[in-house]
């Protein structure tokens, strides 16, 4: 199995890392790069293992029949994962294609 993000969440994630720091979330540019590898790490092995759960309809702009994970970072902030599923030669893929944090859309869960 493997987990692959579109390219608009990798710029997001790319983006992530001077948005934390600049807003003072860290106070080095490293330790925001890390928190953000961190994440990206967390996702990549342990989303086929997530529980998951279906999407409400507002995030069908980002793909029809998506179902997301939650990945705890602090107790402040837990990361939304919102993915689909495919099987392609017997192995199963997880295409992520929307991420975001519970302070930006916590209002649509």
């Not at 994970?69 to 602090?74: G, I, S, W, Y």
Request: glycine share 4%.
């Amino acid at each position: 199995m493997s987990v692959i993000f579109i390219p608009k969440v990798i710029d997001y994630l790319e983006c992530l890392v001077p948005i934390l720091y600049e807003k003072e979330y860290f106070g080095m540019r490293r330790t925001a790069k890390r928190y953000v590898d961190d994440l990206i790490d967390d996702i990549e092995a342990g989303l086929p293992t997530k529980l998951h759960r279906h999407a409400p309809p507002y995030f069908d702009r980002y793909g029809e029949g998506m179902q997301y994970a939650v990945f705890k970072k602090n107790r402040h902030t837990s990361w939304y994962v919102f993915f689909e599923t495919y099987q392609e030669n017997g192995e199963i893929y997880y295409l992520v294609r929307y991420i975001a944090n519970n302070h930006v859309i916590a209002q649509h869960l």
